[in-house]
Structure formats: C-alpha cells, structure tokens
C-alpha cells in the first residue's frame, strides 16, 4: 500500500520507535463489559493480548446509566494513568441485549433494567474518546476468537453459562450477526420441545436447564427425595440459597447428588452442543461462565454425550475447551470489536 | 470492465449473438439430481434460468453406480440433442452423502447402497466433460438461493423433507460447509432429548418426527385409537400401507385425525426451524419435500409456532416459504456448485 515516495514524504516526522506507522498507531483499545452483576473496563493492547489493566467493581445498574457511565470513565482514566503515556484509541463496550448496534443504544435490558438508554453517546461524551456498543455474548464469543481459547478459528462457538446462556459466533473472524442482528441465541434453541418453560416464553430452551438458575431450580425440585446430600448443608453455609455455585462446589467436595445433577447438566447442554456441531460444524466451541469450575465434572460427560450423538466427522473436527480468559472475555472482546469496526481487521 | 479497445479487438470474430463474450461463453450446464427413488438429469442455462429440458427416471440404484452413469450419460446425450446446439460447459452432480467432495467420491450411501464410488470420474469418463459431485441436500439449498424461492438471499436454509430431512446453508451466495465439510445437518437437530430414536443413533432429532416414515410412524401409532379415520382406507387405496404421503391426502380430503397428525408434525418442525432463526437469523427457510402438498395444514401451524418460540426480531427478519422448484431445486443447485466452482460467482 505504501510506496517509497511516500515512505520519503513521511520520513522525516517518524522518530518514536522502530517507524512511522509504529510511533503513529495507538498504544491501547478500552474494553468494557457491563454485566448485571460485575462492571469491568481495562486497557488491551492495540495488536492484543495481555490486558495492560483491569479495574472490576459492582454494576449496580439499579444506580441509572448515568452514574455506571461516570464510573466507567473513572475506572478507564484511573487505568490510563497507570499504564502511563500512550494513546487510547477508542473504547468498545459489550453489554446485555436487545440492542440498536449501529444507533449505539441499548434497547431493554432484563439484566440492568435499562430501556432506551444510548450507552454509546453517554459513554462519549463522558470520555472524548470514540465508542462502539456491541451486545456482550458476542463480545464474549469475539475475545475468545481473538485472544482466547479459539483464537484464530475459522469457525467458533462461544458459550457462556451464567444467569442465562450467552451465545456468540465467529466466522471468518467477524461476528455472525444474521438477518435481523438477533443470532447467536444458543441459550434459546430448545432441546426438549414440551419441556421446561423458559422466561423467553418457550419451551425446553437449554438455558432453562443449564443457566445458573436452571442448574439451582433443577438442584432443590430432586433435593427432597436425596436425603444424604450434602448440597443444602453446603449451600445454608454460604448464601443461604442453592444456587449452581453451591452445586459445583458439593460436587467438588464430593457430594454424589451433586455430581449427578451437573452429569445430568453436561448432557442435557451437550444436546444443544451437539445440535451446534451437527449445524455448523465449527472448529472450536469455547464454553465459560461459572459452572466451568466444576471442570471435568462438566466437561467430561459434555464430550461424551456430544459423541454420542453426533456426526463423527464434525465431532472430530470440533474442539470443546473452556474459556482461557473466563473473567476478561467480554471486555477483551468489546475492545476488539472497536477495532475491526473502525480499523477493519483483527 | 470492457474497454472500447477490447471491444474493437474482438470484433472481427464476434458475429454470432450480441457480442464477442457471450458467443464465446457456454450456454448450458448439465445438472444432475441421483436420489434413491428418482434420478433427475437436466441443461441449465449457464446464466441460470427455466432449465432447458428435464429428464426424469427411476434411480434404480441397486443395478449398481456403472449403470446409473450409463442412463446418464444418455440422459443428457438426450437432452443435448434435443436443445440443439450449444456448449456444455460441464456436469454437477448432487448425490446423498457422505461423500469425499474434493475427491469426487461417494463414500457411503445408505440410502443407495453405495459404498467407496469414485463417481466424479466415473461420470466424467461416460461424458467427456468435467464435473463436480456435492451433497444433494446443499445441492439442493443452493438451488433454493440461486433459481428458487429464496434467490440471492444473504443467507438461506433449506430443509427438504423426504426420507430424511436434509439441510443446507447458503450464506452469502456460499454453501456454508463448516470445519468438517458437514455442516447442515438440520434433519438431526434434537428437539426432544430423551424422545423418539433417530437412525442415526441420537434421540429426538427432528428428522425421526418430520421425515416422511417419522410421519407415517407417528400416524399408525395412534390409528388405533382414532377409530373413525379415513386414513388407514387411502392408504389401503393407495401403496397399502400408512405413508406420509396418505396422510396428506387424508388431510386434504377433510381427515380430522390426519389433518391432527400434520399439524402434530408442523409444530415439531416448528422447534428445529424457531432453534434455526434464534441462532441463524436468516433471511429465508425454503421448505420442500412431498408433505409441503399439505400447503396451509403444514405451514399454517409451521409459522404460528415459530412466532410462538423464537425472538420476534429474528421472525419478523425471516420468510418461511415453499419451495418454488421442488422437483428441479437438487439438479439446478447441483449445476450452479459446477459453474461456482469451476468459473466462480453464482
């Protein structure tokens, strides 16, 4: 692209490091991921990899966009102090849908209890940076592309199992965003069509088995006939509640019942996994989210029942990891959207 | 592109038809459809179009794959005649997988009792010309998008409901093959994990319910308490036994329990096609095979259930249509993957 001519017309201005397009291209990318729960914004490098710094604290969405957006600014001008001079091209946040990508607002949000609050514009005018806003699965699904578990896979699958199932796909290194910007919505594809009712309104959706609640609602509904679980003892010591977390950690100390209802989660979110591989045969599915700590509890009899039930040849041509960046995902994924978006490229 | 200089150099030998490139360019391409009932074979005209004749017999796969070249090869010696003259630019071939398509190799078909078949080369041997062999089912979906009733969609699914139920994806004009080169597999999305026992070893895929002998199974199961139905008396009247195809008739000659079972069989169809638009979102699912005769008792409840499950974006985004050349869609989609492949572009 360049030719000599105009490498002697910049000559004279590149100084700073190894060349003129190296002193020129910004240092860091913000990321931001805007979760119900977490808040979390750092600074990944421009050409990737390790984030320079990352700051979390709670959202408390409840508090109003406004006051999240001044605590992003704060978090982001308190990294870029830290990680000394160097520019700060832009900022990409990743947070829950439905979204207008493009208008830059976040249309009705479940998760933060927001309606038609542009993230984008409040976001810029609190940086002066340039901001792009793009829905967190497929944040999450695009920093496990391009930093994490699948980097550089032609075909990824990104999976996060939290309060609902997050899906996000990557081919070709771009987000697959479909006809209506709406794909991805692997959590919603039902498993079990006269099955268990799902807060979307349908039935036998796996986020209705496998979510965080689904794995807790499942866990107490065969509590009462497994009397020597320790699962409620566990979970009465920690939140109270059972939740996933509480069976994952009875399952880690043991507890058969336990271990038996995540084996019975593996398989059942193994069918939508299957499904997946059987569709699209991609080369990687990354899987995170919190239920992941229960490792091979989780992962063992997922890729059992993944071969079991589908195409040998596509099972074979598929990897299922759990994510490398688990906590950073998301935020390293936003920050990578702004970049393809106002860069082009990875 | 065609600078005057072109124009004026190619003009002394551009006296047939408008011009010197499409004199020069071929005027058909041969299609052909190998199914294990019907084998179709036809010329396409190169820039698409009503295929310019059409020959249809019997498959008869069981004379074995020398004779099935054989038939068409003569087959399309026919059809050559018959449009008078006019280049061949070649032959697509679509045929029942799993198939070895850059080797051009029939790996093994149940539905034909093929195995190992080098048909690419057997075909091109019997005719002189090259040729390429792909899926039927992708075959067929890029029919849809090339001639058919979703042309030139940015991304279109086809399912052809038949013995099984095949499955294709064509996003940007490009059958979507996935890391394993099987991809599509829509026939064995499980919408019902612990439901009806696939052929294919999994539980409760869609193709175990919707194919053709998964409605005629459901149908008899429950003929015995259906006391007052007409079916089992068309279908006595007609091949004899409970098929598909007497239940479509049975529907549309005012069947209760029959018009039951279609509607039973749409709504089923209806989770795999919600699960396809909640993680596809696309522009268009073209629908074809034999029960799409039942027209509105199929695609009535079809669409209705699907507005029910899916996410309204992702609908409001997506047209579920019949197929506009169900008998041809497999043999014209098999011709426009030879000239993609061999001359690029659709």
Redesign the interface.
């Known amino acids: 692209m360049r030719g000599p001519g105009r490498d002697a017309a910049g000559g004279g201005t590149g100084s700073r490091g190894t060349g003129r397009e190296s002193a020129a291209a910004p240092r860091w990318i913000a990321g931001v991921d805007i979760g119900g729960t977490n808040l979390r914004a750092g600074l990944i490098p421009f050409e990737g990899g390790v984030p320079g710094v990352v700051r979390r604290e709670r959202t408390r969405p409840e508090r109003g966009p406004a006051d999240v957006v001044a605590r992003v600014a704060d978090m982001l001008r308190s990294a870029a102090g830290e990680v000394g001079r160097g520019e700060v091209a832009g900022i990409g946040v990743g947070c829950p849908g ?1 979204l207008d990508r493009k208008a830059g607002v976040v249309l009705e949000t479940p998760n933060l209890g927001w309606r038609n609050v542009p993230l984008r514009d409040l976001v810029a005018e609190a940086t002066g940076l340039p901001v792009t806003v793009d829905n967190d699965a497929n944040c999450a699904a695009y920093g496990e592309w391009w930093q994490g578990a699948g980097k550089g896979a ?2 990824l699958i990104g999976l996060t199992l939290g309060t609902g199932i997050g ?1 996000g ?1 990557v ?1 070709g290194g771009e987000i ?11 959590g ?7 099955g268990r009712l799902c807060a ?5 959706c796996v986020e209705a088995y496998a979510s965080g609640p689904g794995i807790a609602a499942r866990a107490v509904e065969g509590l009462t006939e497994a009397g020597d679980s320790r699962l409620a003892e566990i979970a009465l010591n920690g939140s109270g509640r059972v939740t996933a977390r509480a069976v994952c950690e009875a399952a880690l100390r043991g507890d058969a019942y336990s271990r038996g209802i995540l084996t019975e989660t593996a ?2 979110l193994a ?1 939508a996994v ?3 591989v ?6 990687v599915i990354v899987v995170a989210g919190g239920v992941t700590a229960a490792g091979e509890y989780l992962f063992g009899p997922l890729g059992e029942e993944v071969r ?4 040998p ?2 099972v ?3 990897r299922i990891v759990p994510s490398e960046i688990p906590d950073t995902a998301g935020m390293i994924g936003a920050a990578g959207v702004f970049k393809r978006t106002v860069y082009g490229g990875a």
Request: aromatic letters at 6%.
């Open positions: 439905p032609d075909r899906g796909i081919i697959y965003r479909g006809a209506s910007d709406a794909a991805g919505e692997v919603h594809m039902s498993v079990d069509f006269a979307c309104g349908s039935r036998g398989r059942i069918v299957a499904n997946l059987n569709l699209l045969s991609p080369d079991r039930r589908a195409f040849s596509a074979a041509a598929c």
